[in-house]
């Protein structure tokens, strides 16, 4: 009895915030259909950021400007949106090194930077399959098929896993499209996308169709032959070749837009990929 009249008591006081919390979560359900309302019509997310106001140090940030190009060619306002990006993507990855290589402040900023400069038009950016990034100091022997790599992608045991001479090479010569960070960064993120159903994986497998799609023509086959522009590597199964069309979108994007504009539209479409001149 006591209890009763003690709820009886206090009912009304705590009726304005039950309706509250009500109005609340029907705001929010009309917003997320309202979200994917805009996701689906425009081909983009709504909005990138909630909040923006992580910090790299002074260190991190010299590593940048000295050695990532991509990185000085943003205006003010995405230099915050990466800088936060590359600190939500350094607390959550495990660095290792292997061999002898020993894990600098530099290896984990720039392999950050890349990662994040490939998810930068990705309202989720910070690549929810991988926890461990291992790095070798050059080519190693992987298990997964008895064979010396570059870099793999291995989903089982949520590892990316880097050569760090190649990773090295790759975004120091900036015009030969090769770049292995790219290719495996984009391995996992194509995977994210088949397991996920979020606005970001929509989109990558709406516009990863119309690049399968625009394989299948005629005149694409034609110029695919005629101008050998993608390397052989490419063409392994589809997976590879959506690894391989990124690095060339990053390291070439005037060329690809000019010989095959379709393609180098529908990659920028799927990466909504919009900044520093893209």
């Not at 915030?17 to 997310?45: C, D, H, M, Q």
């Not at 529908?266 to 900044?275: A, S």
Request: with cysteine; aromatic share 20%.
């Amino acid at each position: 009895m006591y209890i009763y009249f003690l709820s009886e008591a206090y009912a009304p006081w705590l009726a304005p915030y039950a309706y509250g919390i009500v109005l609340l979560g029907f705001t929010f359900f009309l917003f997320r259909i309202f979200e994917g309302w805009f996701a689906k019509s425009f081909n983009r997310p709504l909005f990138r950021h909630y909040f923006v106001y992580k910090k790299l140090i002074p260190s991190q940030i010299k590593i940048l400007e000295n050695d990532f190009e991509f990185y000085n060619n943003l205006s003010e306002k995405h230099k915050r949106q990466f800088q936060h990006r590359i600190v939500e993507f350094l607390s959550k990855k495990k660095f290792i090194g292997r061999g002898e290589l020993i894990v600098t402040e530099q290896i984990k900023v720039l392999i950050a930077a890349i990662a994040c400069m490939l998810s930068f038009g990705r309202k989720n950016y910070t690549y929810s399959l991988i926890d461990f990034i291992l790095i070798y100091p050059a080519e190693f022997y992987s298990t997964v098929n008895n064979n010396f790599h570059k870099g793999e992608f291995n989903p089982k045991e949520r590892a990316l896993v880097l050569s760090w001479k190649d990773f090295l090479e790759g975004f120091q010569i900036n015009n030969d499209n090769l770049n292995v960070g790219i290719h495996e960064f984009m391995h996992a993120m194509q995977l994210e996308a088949k397991n996920s159903s979020d606005i970001d994986s929509a989109r990558f497998t709406k516009q990863f169709q119309n690049i399968l799609k625009q394989l299948t023509k005629q005149e694409v086959k034609d110029q695919l032959d005629k101008t050998k522009y993608f390397r052989e590597y490419a063409f392994t199964n589809q997976y590879e070749f959506m690894a391989v069309l990124a690095e060339y979108f990053f390291e070439s994007p005037q060329d690809f837009k000019t010989i095959f504009p379709k393609l180098y539209d529908y990659t920028k479409k799927l990466l909504n990929f919009n900044f520093a001149g893209y």
